[in-house]
């Protein structure tokens, strides 16, 4: 009797430590997006409490509609990063290929030598990587953007892809090899797809930081058409400081798309960290 | 298999293979950052490039009104640092601990929604405090009413002794899901018999987290702990979102990020200065190679590993 009443105190003491932790977490969300319904005099009368019909209103999201290019921010976060992914998980898992099938004179050099940019920031050759972007034109193009998170998440993938494509069994591409199919193809049709569980969690990790990234955005493509999402609502908001209708509708629509990937993409993400993708 | 054969030709599909990687990456990342490292012995005179050696880093370190800047920064991000390590790291150990016991319920609920803000973008983070935190809109001050507590409430984000402090606390509820995430990985992964053994010997509970446990998962939270260190040493974005690039009030909340960019791209009255801002990027690139070197070579060897 005694250690199952402890038991179970213990066990509600577990559940309203992560309760209490789950509100702290979702806290400023919840504010943030109900308070977006609401007309202006109930967001500061009554912060907390739910839109009703008396404080409903949708003048935030009029304002925002009608004063930025929020559709067009958004076309250019998703081909930036849809872009940056393909190219990743492309040249990654074939270098990562290369370095776990063959052997040959400088292979263990060549793995450091892409694992150097695990641990070393992209951002500290900023200066640099302008000056390059601006010579070769491509300074407020999207392929500034892609090029420039293509290789920062390449080293990453690269270890992980190499360490899942060491799992893959030799017979299978020995058989491939005696039934005459060349290097290219045995890559391509019978090692790509069984590494599509470690392609996906390589996805997952590199979509969020790529989406959400203000410093190259706001460095390499500042220009009008080719802000994203995240660049776009830094400057809508500083511009509409005291209009707080549409920042905080401006804010609600920010968190939409992240929350939709989010929901969509989380069981494969928290499998990927949980399975020691990163360790 | 024929080795001697293959040996004798070149096998360009080994070269075909690696070449995209190795070129994105070359061009980049690793050029462009010895190319910085490069920049920074130079300056512009008279519209042309010319080496200057030293220069930069003695007007970086020499000049009063650039190294104070400078030190500031680097002293604010060693707050910033700090305040993780001590509050992050452990919030999230506990976390983790929490979320790993037994047939907990809800264990997967609760994972998704702590870390709903670590997917956030800075831009809504940074803006979502600084409202929930204004005295205009009152929901902090107003909160800390209702549980008798209202004499607490300051501005934070306004008053230079705790701007730095709370910006630090907003990244550190940002960020507590990774550390959760990696021990939750990493408790998970320690076999049932050796928490039966201690079981055993009546180790159970809080003592079996203590003696048992932590001791399995330090290799981790070193892991952790260079994670930090090189994020927090590379961060700009909740800062600049939160307080724009002048990183006030009264560059309180200044970090190395924060302070490249002004220098780099001007700011207001103050022009850009790449090579001054090259020269800033490489002293940010020693921190965190000494940061990481210091990691392998002195804490990581001494963590044991333990392969189960």
């Known amino acids: 009797m005694h250690t199952a009443r402890e038991k179970l105190s213990t066990k509600l003491g577990a559940h309203g430590v992560l309760i209490l932790y789950t509100l702290i977490a979702l806290f400023p969300v919840f504010v943030i997006v109900t308070n977006s319904f609401k007309t202006r005099r109930a967001i500061f009368r009554d912060p907390l409490g739910l839109p009703n019909e008396e404080s409903f209103s949708l003048i935030g999201y009029e304002t925002v509609m009608k004063q930025g290019d929020f559709f067009l921010y958004f076309q250019n976060s998703m081909i930036v990063t849809v872009a940056s992914l393909f190219f990743i998980l492309l040249f990654g898992a074939m270098a990562a290929f290369a370095l776990a099938e063959y052997r040959f004179k400088g292979n263990t050099l060549m793995g450091l030598y892409l694992a150097l940019g695990i641990m070393i920031p992209i951002r500290i050759g900023t200066v640099a990587i302008l000056e390059m972007m601006v010579s070769t034109g491509l300074v407020n193009t999207l392929w500034a953007l892609i090029l420039v998170y293509t290789a920062q998440g390449l080293p990453l993938a690269v270890f992980i892809l190499s360490e899942f494509m060491k799992g893959v069994s030799d017979d299978l591409k020995n058989a491939g090899r005696i039934d005459g199919l060349s290097e290219y193809k045995i890559f391509f049709v019978l090692v790509l797809p069984l590494v599509r569980p470690a392609m996906a969690t390589v996805a997952v990790f590199n979509m969020i930081p790529i989406w959400n990234d203000l410093w190259f955005p706001l460095i390499l493509a500042p220009a009008e058409e080719t802000k994203t999402l995240t660049l776009g609502s830094q400057v809508f908001i500083g511009q509409f400081v005291t209009d707080w209708n549409a920042v905080l509708s401006a804010l609600s629509l920010a968190i939409l798309p992240v929350m939709v990937l989010y929901v969509i993409f989380s069981r494969q993400l928290i499998r990927g960290i949980t399975s020691g993708a990163v360790k | ?308």
């Not at chain 2, 070449?19 to 005179?45: G, K, Q």
């Not at chain 2, 305040?83 to 976390?95: D, E, F, R």
């Open chain 2, 1 to 308: 298999m024929s080795a001697p054969q293959t040996k004798a030709k070149t096998r360009w599909h080994i070269v075909v293979f690696l070449a995209p990687a190795v070129f994105v990456y070359t061009a980049v990342m690793i050029y462009p950052l010895f190319n910085t490292l490069r920049l920074s012995f130079f300056d512009t005179v008279d519209r042309e490039r010319i080496f200057v050696g030293l220069e930069n880093f003695r007007t970086l370190f020499g000049n009063a009104i650039w190294s104070d800047q400078f030190w500031n920064a680097l002293g604010n991000n060693f707050w910033f640092f700090v305040i993780h390590m001590l509050v992050q790291n452990p919030i999230g150990i506990a976390l983790a601990a929490i979320l790993s016991s037994p047939r907990l319920r809800f264990a997967a609920l609760y994972r998704t929604a702590i870390f709903v803000p670590t997917i956030l973008s800075f831009v809504i983070v940074g803006f979502a405090w600084k409202l929930i935190l204004s005295p205009i809109w009152g929901i902090a001050p107003g909160m800390l009413d209702a549980i008798g507590l209202k004499f607490l409430y300051a501005p934070w984000l306004g008053k230079e002794e705790y701007a730095l402090t709370t910006l630090s606390l907003v990244s550190v509820w940002q960020f507590v899901g990774i550390p959760m995430m990696l021990i939750y990985a990493a408790l998970l992964s320690i076999p049932e018999e050796i928490l039966e053994a201690g079981e055993c010997d009546g180790i159970t509970g809080l003592s079996a987290f203590w003696k048992i446990k932590l001791p399995l998962i330090l290799p981790s939270i070193g892991i952790i702990s260079i994670l930090t260190f090189v994020s927090n040493f590379n961060a700009f974005d909740l800062i600049y979102a939160a307080q724009g690039a002048l990183a006030g009030p009264d560059f309180s909340t200044d970090i190395l990020g924060t302070f490249m960019y002004r220098t780099f791209f001007g700011f207001q009255l103050q022009l850009g200065d790449p090579h001054m801002g090259s020269a800033i990027a490489s002293a940010m690139f020693l921190i965190i190679l000494v940061g990481v070197c210091l990691y392998l070579f002195g804490i990581q060897r001494r963590l044991r590993t333990y392969q189960f």
